[in-house]
């Protein structure tokens, strides 16, 4: 506003109106309004770069999230991996556990007897074929009763072997149950920082909109400024080189009227030399400095 009342008034139209204490106030005026548009214009650069560092500041903190999430997403797929590798080794215990049982369930339809009676009776079969003498097809009936007895221990043995590979199946798959769940928990966790890392984001992004909002606000103000600033120096100069014209034409107009009074006292003095009275020093430098020697010769 100030630029443009001073660029309004800066015609010559304008300026021949004022007198020279005039043109001075108006000049110290213009100086005063140059200097606080100076004061505007640095302030408005070092605000400029305060907002250019925030915005710096919040485009680092976007990359760091950034690389946040990329870390925690390796750290998903990995997670991912390693559930399907689980699910994978669970399949094949949950087969091993199947045949398992199907050969257990084979195993006890071959053996119904108690183990401890069964061994029991085996026990007691062999005392009384080494203890006892018998006739020769009770012994062979013996013989034969003790061999069904060990062939049934036997299957036994291996029902029970059955059984505790079944227990050693079961118990990895509880293991591998375990970590999955340990490992899902982990993955929701993952995923829930990911999502607030995520939300950071855009709450920066917003930040850094409104910043930049910021800053081309500022820009504009400051080149308005700089405009401003100009304008106001061209008054300045235009004032300035009035007042140096006023005083030029002045020293003209002085000397001009001093060569005319010396060239009046020069002639007044050659009509004295004329009239033969005698001139005084200063009347002699007059007429020396107006017409040299040659006023003598003219006598």
Do not use: C, H
């Given at each position: 506003?100030?630029?443009?009342?001073?660029?309004?008034?800066?015609?010559?139209?304008?300026?021949?109106?004022?007198?020279?204490?005039?043109?001075?106030?108006?000049?110290?005026?213009?100086?005063?309004?140059?200097?606080?548009?100076?004061?505007?214009?640095?302030?408005?650069?070092?605000?400029?770069?305060?907002?250019?560092?925030?915005?710096?500041?919040?485009?680092?903190?976007?990359?760091?999230?950034?690389?946040?999430?990329?870390?925690?997403?390796?750290?998903?797929?990995?997670?991912?991996?390693?559930?399907?590798?689980?699910?994978?080794?669970?399949?094949?215990?949950?087969?091993?556990?199947?045949?398992?049982?199907?050969?257990?369930?084979?195993?006890?339809?071959?053996?119904?007897?108690?183990?401890?009676?069964?061994?029991?009776?085996?026990?007691?079969?062999?005392?009384?074929?080494?203890?006892?003498?018998?006739?020769?097809?009770?012994?062979?009936?013996?013989?034969?009763?003790?061999?069904?007895?060990?062939?049934?221990s036997l299957i036994i043995e291996k029902g029970e072997k059955f059984?505790?590979?079944?227990?050693?199946?079961?118990?990895?798959?509880?293991?591998?149950?375990?970590?999955?769940?340990?490992?899902?928990?982990?993955?929701?966790?993952?995923?829930?920082?990911?999502?607030?890392?995520?939300?950071?984001?855009?709450?920066?992004?917003?930040?850094?909109?409104?910043?930049?909002?910021?800053?081309?606000?500022?820009?504009?103000?400051?080149?308005?400024?700089?405009?401003?600033?100009?304008?106001?120096?061209?008054?300045?100069?235009?004032?300035?080189?009035?007042?140096?014209?006023?005083?030029?034409?002045?020293?003209?107009?002085?000397?001009?009227?001093?060569?005319?009074?010396?060239?009046?006292?020069?002639?007044?003095?050659?009509?004295?030399?004329?009239?033969?009275?005698k001139l005084d020093l200063a009347e002699l430098q007059i007429l020396?400095?107006?017409?040299?020697?040659?006023?003598?010769?003219?006598?």
């Amino acid at each position: 506003m100030a630029a443009e009342q001073a660029k309004k008034e800066g015609s010559p139209l304008y300026l021949d109106k004022l007198s020279e204490e005039e043109l001075e106030e108006k000049l110290s005026e213009i100086k005063s309004m140059m200097l606080y548009k100076k004061k505007e214009i640095y302030t408005l650069i070092q605000k400029r770069s305060e907002l250019v560092r925030e915005a710096g500041s919040i485009k680092k903190e976007i990359m760091k999230l950034r690389e946040a999430i990329s870390a925690q997403m390796q750290r998903s797929e990995s997670i991912r991996k390693e559930l399907e590798n689980y699910k994978t080794s669970r399949m094949s215990l949950a087969e091993e556990k199947r045949r398992l049982y199907q050969q257990l369930q084979n195993i006890q339809t071959q053996v119904k007897d108690d183990k401890d009676k069964l061994l029991s009776r085996l026990a007691k079969l062999e005392w009384i074929q080494q203890t006892t003498p018998l006739p020769p097809d009770e012994e062979l009936a013996i013989i034969d009763k003790i061999a069904e007895l060990e062939r049934k221990s036997l299957i036994i043995e291996k029902g029970e072997k059955f059984k505790e590979k079944t227990k050693e199946v079961n118990l990895r798959i509880n293991e591998l149950l375990a970590k999955r769940e340990a490992l899902v928990e982990e993955l929701v966790k993952v995923n829930q920082i990911i999502k607030e890392f995520k939300k950071q984001i855009r709450d920066l992004m917003n930040q850094l909109i409104n910043k930049s909002k910021e800053i081309d606000k500022v820009k504009e103000s400051l080149l308005n400024a700089i405009k401003e600033y100009a304008d106001i120096k061209e008054e300045y100069g235009k004032i300035k080189d009035e007042i140096v014209r006023r005083r030029l034409s002045i020293k003209a107009r002085v000397s001009e009227k001093t060569v005319d009074m010396e060239q009046e006292l020069a002639k007044q003095a050659l009509e004295k030399y004329k009239r033969g009275e005698k001139l005084d020093l200063a009347e002699l430098q007059i007429l020396y400095k107006q017409y040299g020697d040659s006023f003598g010769v003219s006598e």
